[in-house]
C-alpha cells in the first residue's frame, strides 16, 4: 500500500509577460498556479515456479488520485482577471500476468499481456490489452542475444488543468494515454571479471504520443499529444561490478 502527496505553486515573477488569453477575451493575462493532490494505491505481486522450465508471475497495480488545482490572473496593471478554482478525481488501473518457459538450454521465451485502464477528469474511460513477448538466445554461458516486441500504454498525470486549458483558445482537447509498439534487439556479453557489456537497436512507434507544453510565458507544464511518434537508436553499455569491492559501475 502507497500513498503519496505532491503539489505545485506557481508564482509569476516581476518580469513575467502577460500573454495567456481565455477563449472570447483579447486581454492578456500572468497566470497563477496553486496545486494539491493525493495518490493512494495498492500494489500487489505473486510468483511460483512450476517446474524447472516454467515459472509464472501475476500481478496489479490501482490507485486513486483527488486534489485541486487553482488558477488566478492579473493583468500587468495589477487588475483581478478570470479564476479557476477546480477540485478533480481519477484513478489508474492495471492488471499483468507473464511467463518464462526455457525448454532447452540454449533457448528460453518470457511472455505476458497487460490490461490498463485510466480514468481521468472530461476524458471518456481509456483502456488497453498489451501483449509482450522476449526470446532469448544462451550461445553459451557468457553469451546472450534477444528480440523483444511489447505494446505500451503510458498514462499522462491526472489533474484538473482542463480547467484553464479548455478556457484558452488554443486548446481544450483533452490529453489521451500514449500508446505504443517497442521493438529491440539486443546482444550480451559477459567478459568473467565483472565486466559485461550490452548492444541493442531499438524502434518504438507511438500513435498518439505525449508531449510538453506550456501555458503562456509560465513554468506550467501541460502534457499534450502528438499524432504520431517515432523513436529509434542504438545503444553500447559496459557496467563493471567486483564481487570484493560494494561500488558497481
Do not use: C
Not at 488569453?21 to 510468483?47: K, M, P, V
Not at 479548455?166 to 550480451?188: D, F, H, I, K, N
Request: hydrophobic share 35%.
Amino acid at each position: 500500500v502507497y500513498m503519496r502527496e505532491g503539489g505545485l505553486i506557481y508564482t509569476p515573477g516581476a518580469g513575467d509577460l502577460p500573454d495567456f488569453q481565455f477563449r472570447g477575451d483579447s486581454t492578456n493575462y500572468i497566470l497563477a498556479e496553486n496545486r494539491a493532490f493525493t495518490t493512494l494505491g495498492t500494489r500487489l505481486t505473486f510468483d511460483k515456479r512450476l517446474t524447472k522450465e516454467l515459472k509464472y508471475k501475476v500481478g496489479l497495480d490501482l490507485n486513486n488520485v483527488w486534489g485541486n488545482e487553482n488558477y488566478s490572473t492579473t493583468t500587468t496593471a495589477g487588475i483581478t482577471g478570470p479564476a479557476v478554482n477546480a477540485n478533480f478525481e481519477g484513478s489508474n488501473f492495471g492488471v499483468f500476468g507473464q511467463g518464462t518457459w526455457n525448454p532447452l538450454d540454449w533457448t528460453g521465451v518470457d511472455a505476458g499481456v497487460r490490461y490498463d485502464q485510466q480514468i481521468q477528469p472530461n476524458t471518456p474511460l481509456q483502456d488497453q490489452v498489451s501483449p509482450r513477448i522476449k526470446w532469448n538466445i544462451y550461445f553459451d554461458p557468457i553469451n546472450t542475444a534477444y528480440l523483444y516486441y511489447g505494446r505500451t500504454f503510458l498514462t499522462i498525470n491526472i489533474e484538473g488543468l482542463h480547467a484553464i486549458a479548455s478556457s484558452a483558445p488554443y486548446s481544450g482537447v483533452p490529453t489521451l494515454p500514449q500508446r505504443s509498439s517497442w521493438y529491440e534487439a539486443g546482444y550480451l556479453h559477459d567478459f568473467g571479471f565483472g565486466l559485461r557489456m550490452k548492444a541493442d537497436g531499438y524502434y518504438e512507434y507511438s500513435s498518439p504520443g505525449i508531449d510538453d507544453e506550456t501555458l503562456g510565458n509560465t513554468a506550467i507544464d501541460a502534457e499534450v499529444n502528438d499524432q504520431t511518434v517515432h523513436v529509434s537508436g542504438i545503444e553500447l553499455g559496459l557496467s563493471f561490478e567486483n564481487p570484493a569491492t560494494p561500488f558497481p559501475v
